[in-house]
């Protein structure tokens, strides 16, 4: 291997937990092939921890400290890699680290959904890079091909399954017929959710990734604020069996897409459950594993695919990212930054055109299929499917609608509610990947 003349890169990075123990080991490990892949020594200078009692395996001592702010400041510090979670400290951290002139690798979806601009402002101003690769779908590359890759084409739609806890949770529910709290309580034992399961069930995590995922595919600011967000909490088992008898299952999505709404152009960022037909790319993704579908004027479509989650697999990302930062470095410059210039407007999820999957209890007596359906039509929302099952008490009416506004079809479903031969809606999902 030819030995390179160039000054060392110097790295702190900032929380050696589940990714920040294994983008250690990885600069341990691997220090002669990212010395030859970026033209320069990677050196490991500083590791921040929040408790220096713990044990850290094989980490020589003398680069632990528990002074974050004291290290990304440091003169022999070029990139500081941040995997400490949550908003704050790491907010002030990375933007301290950027001043200072460092270039900075986050896996921290829940900051770069909010703080995106002011960090990106940061970055540019000092001319350094800000990667965050880790911060959607773990392993899985999704930011570099679309900031970089598909930079010459028009992203139309980003949409995927990119929690993997709540497509775990689904995929059980699927094949077991167990219930949600039972896989949920599962999923914690097996480490597959946390302890407080809030963030990913409700969809929260999922929203991040979407206003991520859609500032960047359409050169927008988007914030996690701006991105509608429904939950798996309300799913039950019987939502998956109904789903099946319409060829089709169920999953937490997160989808982007540029839409027409009163003649402008703009953004519709959302996550929710949604059914969609066995045949289509995103059904087959079960487990842990998340996958995004991208689709570009040109390119057509693209499917990304992978694990979203884990120590190792995430710092691979972050590796590369660290990688890509160290380069630039050695060589002088940066990559691209944050590009906003399209600053299109966010779209309410009325605007969006929707199917919806309505399953309903109701009277058994003559006629309330009419009464139901005249409900649709009086919104102009087509009905594509009807099922009726059970008798008596358990009599249960399932409608499958055309696509229409979101705003119909809620408005629809509320009238339904105060029917007198509609006992309860039981459940009310939309339809995705379909053209009808
Ligand atoms: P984690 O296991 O909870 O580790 C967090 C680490 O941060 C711990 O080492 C903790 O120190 C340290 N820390 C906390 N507060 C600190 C402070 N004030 N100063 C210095 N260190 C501090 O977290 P993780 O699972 O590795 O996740 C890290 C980041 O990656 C998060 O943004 C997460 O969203 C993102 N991410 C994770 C995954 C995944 O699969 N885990 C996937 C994609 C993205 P102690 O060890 O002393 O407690």
């Known amino acids: 291997m030819a030995a390179t003349s160039r000054r060392p890169i110097g790295v702190a990075v900032l929380g050696m937990g589940n990714v920040g123990t294994e983008v250690v080991r990885n600069l341990n490990d691997k220090a002669a092939d990212l010395q030859a892949r970026v033209g320069a020594p990677v050196e490991l200078r500083g590791v921040a921890v929040r408790d220096l009692a713990r044990p850290r395996g094989a980490?020589?001592?003398?680069?632990?400290?528990?002074?974050?702010?004291?290290?990304?400041?440091?003169?022999?510090?070029?990139?500081?890699?941040?995997?400490?979670?949550?908003?704050?400290?790491?907010?002030?951290?990375?933007?301290?680290?950027?001043?200072?002139?460092?270039?900075?690798?986050?896996?921290?979806?829940?900051?770069?959904?909010?703080?995106s601009g002011e960090l990106s402002e940061a970055a540019a101003a000092s001319n350094v890079d800000l990667y965050f690769e880790a911060a959607v779908a773990g392993a899985i590359p999704v930011i570099r091909p679309l900031t970089q890759s598909l930079a010459g084409?028009?992203?139309?739609?980003?949409?995927?399954?990119?929690?993997?806890?709540?497509?775990?949770?689904?995929?059980?529910?699927?094949?077991?017929?167990?219930?949600y709290e039972d896989v949920l309580a599962e999923a914690v034992r097996l480490g597959y959710a946390e302890a407080d399961p809030t963030a990913d069930v409700e969809g929260h995590d999922a929203a991040a990734k979407a206003a991520?995922?859609?500032?960047?595919?359409?050169?927008?600011?988007?914030?996690?604020?701006?991105?509608?967000?429904?939950?798996i909490s309300a799913i039950t088992a019987d939502d998956l069996v109904a789903a099946k008898k319409f060829d089709c299952t169920v999953k937490l999505l997160s989808i982007c897409e540029r839409i027409e709404a009163d003649?402008?152009?703009?953004?519709?960022?959302?996550?929710?459950?949604?059914?969609?037909?066995?045949?289509?790319?995103?059904?087959?993704?079960?487990?842990?594993?998340?996958a995004v579908v991208v689709e570009?004027?040109?390119?057509?479509?693209?499917?990304?695919?992978?694990?979203?989650?884990?120590?190792?697999?995430?710092?691979s990302a972050v590796l590369g990212d660290l990688v890509m930062a160290a380069r630039n470095r050695v060589n002088g410059g940066r990559g691209p930054l944050e590009s906003t210039y399209a600053s299109l407007p966010i779209a309410p999820i009325d605007d969006v055109q929707t199917r919806y999957y309505v399953s309903m209890n109701?009277?058994?007596?003559?006629?309330?299929?009419?009464?139901?359906?005249?409900?649709?039509?009086?919104?102009?929302?087509?009905?594509?499917?009807?099922?009726?099952?059970?008798?008596?008490?358990?009599?249960?009416?399932?409608?499958?609608?055309?696509?229409?506004?979101?705003?119909?079809?809620?408005e629809t479903v509320a009238a339904i509610e105060k029917m007198d031969s509609v006992i309860k809606v039981s459940s009310v999902l939309r339809l995705e990947g379909t053209n009808d």
Do not use: W
């Open 59 to 115: 980490v020589d001592s003398a680069v632990l400290t528990d002074d974050a702010e004291a290290l990304v400041v440091r003169d022999d510090i070029d990139v500081v890699v941040e995997l400490i979670g949550g908003i704050e400290p790491p907010r002030t951290l990375i933007r301290t680290a950027l001043q200072a002139g460092k270039s900075v690798i986050t896996a921290n979806k829940a900051l770069m959904a909010v703080h």
């Open 153 to 179: 084409d028009s992203v139309n739609r980003v949409a995927g399954i990119v929690n993997g806890t709540t497509n775990y949770i689904l995929s059980e529910m699927d094949e077991t017929g167990a219930a």
């Open 212 to 231: 991520i995922l859609a500032s960047i595919a359409f050169h927008s600011r988007v914030t996690a604020n701006d991105v509608y967000c429904e939950g």
């Open 263 to 290: 003649g402008v152009e703009k953004i519709s960022a959302r996550v929710y459950p949604a059914l969609i037909p066995f045949e289509h790319p995103l059904a087959t993704v079960n487990g842990a594993f998340n």
């Open 296 to 315: 570009a004027e040109d390119a057509g479509r693209l499917m990304f695919y992978g694990q979203g989650a884990g120590g190792a697999p995430t710092a």
């Open 362 to 410: 109701v009277a058994d007596k003559a006629g309330v299929l009419e009464q139901v359906a005249a409900e649709f039509a009086k919104r102009s929302v087509s009905i594509a499917a009807v099922r009726q099952e059970g008798a008596g008490e358990s009599a249960r009416l399932i409608v499958v609608t055309h696509r229409a506004s979101d705003r119909d079809q809620s």
